[in-house]
């Protein structure tokens, strides 16, 4: 015979309490299922990126700082690297989709460059812009503040961007006279991550930027030509590889005149910063044209640490500054194709 199982009071009170405290958790699981499956989906909206695609090349010299960005017409509607002004004594050189949109959806299109200017104009002010030794802070503000304006854009992206994990979404060199202490150039990288959301959806977030000091350089290293492209695998050889080939185009000037052939030997044993900027430009603008062709835009900038911010090749008019009410037909999109 089987034995009676034989409860107390206080026995069978916690046996009900676990099978309310079971009906409670089914309960409430259903109703987070009904909920998630009631969720509506992210808006399903087509975004228009405009890139700034191509190679920037900064030579520090002993007079001044030249700043050269050739265009790489990747998608339609690129343009070169978007170059700023930003104060007096610097330059600020945005790289990647500079420029978003949406056009069935009616918002207004984020413009990193004037995002970027008034970040400017609000953390470290539109007067002789400098990176002080004494307000550290303002390099990390200003990175800071352009990340916002990035986010503006990324938060409505749901899709797969499809890049490396250290690959930049968003590259902005930085190139400017600190005052008592010389040039500086620092590259920031803005890199995102992106997580599932729902379905096949994507939550893009965007990380505080890298801040990379490219100049000077370490004590000891060579002081040379920078050079930094947009997109990174760029199949096209680096100034430094032809330089290393003794590409005629470029022998062709080295042996063109006495203050070029010494500018080259200054080149090559890493005393860049040695050099006078007049033979330095003329070098620049050999440079870029390797890497464009005619119909290609070039941009040019010259930054001295008495006189300033000076353009030696002015960018087209912006596309900041034009209002794009339709979009263009074959213009780029950031919207997965089905």
Not at 308 to 320: D, M, N, S
Request: proline share 10%; glycine share 8%.
């Amino acid at each position: 015979m089987r034995p009676t199982c034989v409860l107390s009071a206080t026995e069978r009170r916690a046996a009900r309490f676990r099978r309310t405290a079971a009906v409670c958790v089914v309960v409430h699981l259903a109703a987070v299922l009904v909920l998630l499956a009631s969720a509506p989906a992210p808006p399903q909206e087509e975004v228009v990126a405009n890139l700034a695609a191509g190679r920037v090349l900064i030579l520090v010299t002993r007079d001044a700082i030249l700043v050269g960005a050739a265009e790489n017409p990747i998608e339609p509607e690129t343009q070169p690297p978007l170059v700023i002004p930003l104060g007096d004594r610097r330059v600020g050189i945005l790289l990647g989709p500079v420029v978003w949109s949406w056009p069935s959806a009616g918002h207004e299109p984020v413009r990193l460059g004037v995002g970027l200017q008034r970040v400017m104009s609000t953390t470290v002010g539109v007067g002789p812009g400098r990176l002080e030794t004494e307000q550290a802070g303002d390099l990390e503000q200003l990175g800071l503040g352009l990340l916002e304006v990035i986010r503006q854009a990324t938060d409505r992206i749901y899709h797969p961007l499809g890049l490396a994990p250290e690959e930049p979404l968003v590259e902005l060199l930085l190139a400017g006279y600190l005052e008592g202490y010389g040039p500086e150039v620092w590259s920031l990288r803005y890199r995102v991550r992106q997580e599932p959301l729902r379905g096949d959806f994507l939550r893009t977030r965007v990380l505080r930027p890298q801040y990379v000091q490219l100049y000077p350089p370490e004590k000891g290293e060579p002081r040379g030509i920078l050079e930094v492209r947009y997109p990174r695998n760029d199949p096209a050889p680096q100034l430094a590889d032809l330089l290393a080939q003794g590409d005629s185009r470029l022998m062709r000037l080295r042996s063109a005149r006495a203050d070029l052939a010494d500018l080259f030997e200054k080149i090559e044993r890493g005393e860049l910063h040695k050099a006078r900027s007049d033979a330095a430009l003329e070098f620049l603008r050999t440079a870029l044209n390797l890497f464009s062709e005619p119909e290609h835009d070039v941009v040019i900038a010259r930054i001295e640490e008495r006189r300033g911010f000076a353009w030696i090749l002015a960018p087209p008019e912006p596309l900041e500054a034009a209002e794009q009410e339709k979009r263009p037909p074959g213009a780029p999109t950031l919207r997965r194709r089905p």
